[in-house]
């Protein structure tokens, strides 16, 4: 085929007139050769043997090649090595579909070696009677470029959306879920986008309301930053999450689309509301120790005078001994020696109670409580005694005929009766009667009272015999003197005991002592589970409940998670969980528990710092049994301990 389809003139024609170049000139095959070659777009014929046979100007223009190194030339000239195989395909197909139009994009290469885009419009037609292809082509390299801008654009995109370390999404205002990245399926437990997208959005807001206000906002702002949502995950455990986010809008400013990023927070918040209870704690603590120091201030004043008067006596007389001893009759001398003895006695006296209140303020007093009948103390406090008692007149006796069992420390409460019964002597009259009896009995408790036939106390002083700060104290009938310390004693006895002590009189008729014990619950407590973050409070609380339940196996979690899986292992009768913790804290694995049908009937105390009616009432709610404010300490855990498992009995 020649170089070009259709030929200017024939060889060799004859010279024509200027009118016949004119006609020539504008014939119809003369123009449209003119117009092929002025064309914008590539135009060529190629033969079925896949060579080009024609080519305009444009086609020389931007490949660069003259039309003898194209015309004749196999299309692989310009053609990617890559795509060869792929045209000559192309080229079978056209054949065998005839003349259907076909439209094709492909790189070619141009002399200088560079990579072209052009977008080909292919058709199988007869030129002068035989087969070839025609094809027109446009450069489209800046389209292309374009377009891969785009897809590069795209999958840095998508790359940074599925990779990102937090979650993100995008949803329609009526709650369905579009789009959502790895990690959001991993923040809220679901395995595939699907299956989230089958959940209702507004479902996962622990407070449903929280998505109509976070709605309100986008749709009045357009935007939010930073809003606090608890969020629940696909096995119901609650998260605390920050949500950033936006509202998309059509073009006529409707929103489309809310698409926004959340951020997990909850580890943060168990910390925040770690260092939180630690504040508080700290807080109560300087509270308390103010207050110690204000008592033992007070407390000292009271006692500088009690310390110091003896030694006043106890010296003078000591003086008069050493430097007027030749002037010193023996009557004299062993008087002065009475009152030596009598002051060092009190002093003596004085400082071992004060030994004793030290120890039991400070916890320095191992207690054992065991089951103890009271009735049997009693007598043995009332044996011991009853030689002063006849000394003095005064009849001593128990009224109680039976066995009362409650759990007490023996030693401790033996003080307790011993120092109520022998006050009872020093301010009853000669004739006078010491009766101690039952008062009362009830499911949960029992009162005794120490009843006396004395002089009685006055009522405004009542307020002060406990508290040792006023170390309120009398002389005896028989000039005995007090330290001011022992009912004060009795009343932190009775508190470590989870008992109590209160006081009734009349003056001139006598004074009752009342002392209030706990019935003894009825442990059922083979197994405990502790649960804090921090390894010292579970091994302080486990040391607490191992001493109220000696029998009892204790397991120990970090979390409410480990919490979990040791209830799976064991069925503990009590779980005593801290409030806040990372991965689950003490509300959920509340929740959790009592949401099975295996762990819902078992006693849970919660301890927290989060000292407010409303985070007790909202733990209460969830299920626990009691709630307790840290710094717990060992008296308040064991009436509490108690309480619950005689409830749970």
Same mark, same amino acid.
């Given at each position: 085929?020649?170089?070009?389809?259709?030929?200017?003139?024939?060889?060799?024609? !004859?010279?024509?007139?200027?009118?016949?170049?004119?006609?020539?000139?504008?014939?119809?095959?003369?123009?449209?050769?003119?117009?092929?070659?002025?064309?914008? @777009?590539?135009?060529?014929?190629?033969?079925?043997?896949?060579?080009? =046979?024609?080519?305009?100007?444009?086609?020389?223009?931007?490949?660069?090649?003259? %039309?003898?190194?194209?015309?004749?030339?196999?299309?692989?000239?310009?053609?990617? +090595?890559?795509?060869?195989?792929?045209?000559?395909?192309?080229?079978?197909?056209?054949?065998?579909?005839?003349?259907?139009?076909?439209?094709?994009?492909?790189?070619?290469?141009?002399?200088?070696?560079?990579?072209?885009?052009?977008?080909?419009?292919?058709?199988?037609?007869?030129?002068?009677?035989? !087969?070839?292809?025609?094809?027109?082509? %446009?450069?489209?390299?800046?389209?292309?470029?374009?377009? @891969?801008?785009?897809?590069?654009?795209?999958?840095?995109?998508?790359?940074?959306?599925?990779?990102?370390?937090? *979650?993100?999404?995008?949803?329609?205002?009526?709650?369905?879920?579009?789009?959502?990245? +790895?990690?959001?399926?991993?923040?809220?437990?679901?395995?595939?986008?699907?299956?989230?997208?089958?959940? @209702?959005?507004?479902?996962?807001?622990?407070?449903?309301?929280?998505?109509?206000?976070?709605?309100?906002?986008?749709?009045?702002?357009?935007?939010?930053? #930073?809003? $606090?949502?608890?969020?629940?995950?696909?096995?119901?455990?609650?998260?605390?999450?920050?949500?950033?986010?936006?509202?998309?809008?059509?073009?006529?400013?409707?929103?489309?689309?809310?698409?926004?990023?959340?951020?997990?927070?909850?580890?943060?918040?168990?910390?925040?509301?770690?260092? /939180?209870?630690?504040?508080?704690?700290?807080?109560?603590?300087?509270?308390?120790?103010?207050?110690?120091?204000?008592?033992?201030?007070?407390?000292?004043?009271?006692?500088?005078?009690?310390?110091?008067?003896?030694?006043?006596?106890?010296? *003078?007389?000591?003086?008069?001994?050493?430097?007027?001893?030749?002037?010193?009759?023996?009557?004299?001398? %062993?008087?002065?020696?009475?009152?030596?003895?009598?002051?060092?006695?009190?002093?003596?006296?004085?400082?071992?109670?004060?030994?004793?209140?030290?120890?039991?303020? =400070?916890?320095?007093?191992?207690?054992?409580?065991?089951?103890?009948?009271?009735?049997?103390?009693?007598?043995?406090?009332?044996?011991?005694?009853?030689?002063?008692?006849? /000394?003095?007149?005064?009849?001593?006796?128990?009224?109680?005929?039976?066995?009362?069992?409650?759990?007490?420390?023996?030693?401790?409460?033996?003080?307790?009766?011993?120092?109520?019964?022998?006050?009872?002597?020093?301010?009853? +009259?000669?004739?006078?009667?010491?009766?101690?009896?039952?008062?009362?009995?009830?499911? @949960?408790?029992?009162?005794?009272?120490?009843?006396?036939?004395?002089?009685?106390?006055?009522?405004?002083?009542?307020?002060?015999?406990?508290?040792?700060?006023?170390?309120?104290?009398?002389?005896?009938?028989?000039?005995?003197?007090?330290?001011?310390?022992?009912?004060?004693?009795?009343?932190?006895?009775?508190?470590?005991?989870?008992?109590?002590?209160?006081?009734? =009189?009349?003056? #001139?008729?006598?004074?009752?002592?009342?002392?209030?014990?706990?019935?003894?619950?009825?442990?059922?407590?083979?197994?405990?589970?502790?649960?804090?973050?921090?390894? #010292?409070?579970?091994?302080?609380?486990?040391?607490?409940?191992?001493?109220?339940? +000696?029998?009892?196996?204790?397991?120990?979690?970090?979390?409410?998670?480990?919490?979990? $899986?040791?209830?799976?292992?064991?069925?503990?009768?009590?779980?005593?969980?801290?409030? =806040?913790?990372?991965?689950?804290?003490?509300? $959920?694995?509340?929740?959790?528990?009592?949401?099975?049908?295996?762990?819902?009937?078992?006693?849970?105390?919660?301890?927290?710092?989060?000292?407010?009616?409303?985070?007790?009432?909202?733990?209460?709610?969830?299920?626990?049994?009691?709630?307790?404010?840290?710094?717990?300490?060992?008296?308040?855990?064991? /009436?509490?301990?108690?309480?619950?498992?005689?409830?749970?009995?």
């Amino acid at each position: 085929m020649s170089a070009t389809v259709l030929p200017l003139r024939r060889p060799n024609a !004859p010279e024509r007139t200027s009118a016949q170049k004119l006609r020539q000139d504008f014939s119809p095959a003369s123009l449209f050769e003119q117009v092929i070659h002025l064309a914008p @777009d590539i135009i060529v014929i190629v033969d079925l043997r896949g060579r080009f =046979s024609f080519v305009n100007d444009r086609s020389m223009e931007l490949t660069g090649f003259t %039309r003898d190194e194209l015309v004749g030339s196999s299309v692989d000239k310009v053609i990617d +090595p890559r795509d060869v195989a792929r045209i000559r395909r192309f080229y079978l197909r056209q054949y065998v579909r005839r003349k259907e139009r076909t439209y094709l994009e492909l790189p070619i290469r141009t002399k200088n070696g560079k990579q072209m885009w052009l977008g080909v419009t292919v058709v199988l037609q007869h030129v002068y009677r035989i !087969p070839a292809f025609i094809a027109i082509a %446009r450069d489209i390299s800046d389209k292309k470029r374009a377009e @891969d801008a785009l897809v590069e654009s795209e999958q840095k995109y998508r790359e940074l959306f599925n990779h990102a370390v937090q *979650g993100m999404f995008q949803s329609t205002p009526d709650g369905k879920l579009v789009s959502a990245n +790895p990690a959001l399926l991993k923040l809220l437990g679901y395995d595939t986008l699907e299956e989230l997208a089958a959940v @209702d959005i507004r479902d996962l807001y622990v407070n449903p309301v929280d998505r109509e206000i976070l709605a309100a906002m986008l749709n009045e702002k357009g935007y939010c930053a #930073g809003v $606090e949502l608890q969020l629940k995950q696909k096995n119901g455990r609650v998260i605390t999450v920050l949500e950033h986010s936006r509202a998309i809008r059509d073009t006529s400013g409707k929103v489309k689309l809310y698409e926004g990023i959340l951020e997990d927070i909850t580890f943060r918040k168990a910390h925040e509301a770690k260092l /939180q209870e630690l504040f508080e704690a700290l807080q109560r603590s300087e509270r308390e120790l103010k207050e110690l120091n204000a008592q033992k201030d007070k407390l000292f004043s009271v006692l500088s005078h009690d310390l110091r008067s003896p030694f006043s006596s106890i010296l *003078g007389f000591v003086e008069i001994l050493l430097n007027e001893a030749e002037n010193v009759t023996a009557e004299e001398r %062993r008087e002065f020696l009475l009152y030596i003895k009598e002051a060092a006695n009190s002093q003596l006296a004085l400082v071992n109670r004060l030994l004793e209140w030290s120890r039991l303020e =400070s916890n320095r007093v191992k207690v054992d409580i065991k089951d103890t009948d009271l009735s049997e103390l009693i007598a043995r406090s009332i044996i011991g005694l009853m030689g002063l008692a006849r /000394q003095k007149g005064v009849f001593v006796h128990s009224t109680i005929t039976r066995k009362l069992v409650v759990g007490v420390d023996e030693q401790l409460m033996m003080q307790v009766f011993t120092n109520l019964i022998s006050n009872a002597l020093k301010f009853t +009259p000669t004739g006078g009667e010491v009766r101690i009896e039952l008062t009362e009995e009830t499911g @949960d408790a029992l009162k005794i009272a120490v009843r006396d036939t004395g002089i009685g106390i006055p009522k405004e002083d009542l307020p002060k015999l406990f508290k040792i700060e006023e170390k309120y104290s009398r002389l005896g009938l028989s000039g005995e003197k007090g330290t001011g310390l022992g009912l004060p004693m009795c009343a932190e006895i009775m508190q470590l005991l989870n008992g109590s002590i209160t006081a009734e =009189s009349e003056v #001139g008729v006598g004074t009752s002592f009342i002392l209030t014990f706990p019935k003894p619950a009825k442990l059922n407590a083979k197994e405990v589970l502790v649960v804090d973050d921090d390894k #010292g409070v579970r091994v302080l609380h486990s040391r607490h409940v191992k001493q109220l339940l +000696p029998d009892a196996t204790i397991h120990q979690a970090a979390n409410g998670k480990e919490a979990l $899986e040791i209830l799976e292992r064991h069925n503990p009768s009590l779980v005593l969980s801290d409030y =806040s913790m990372p991965e689950m804290d003490g509300q $959920e694995l509340v929740a959790r528990m009592r949401g099975s049908d295996q762990w819902k009937n078992i006693p849970v105390i919660i301890i927290t710092g989060i000292d407010s009616v409303g985070s007790r009432e909202k733990l209460l709610a969830a299920g626990a049994n009691e709630v307790l404010s840290k710094p717990v300490n060992f008296r308040e855990l064991s /009436q509490v301990l108690a309480n619950v498992l005689q409830r749970a009995a």
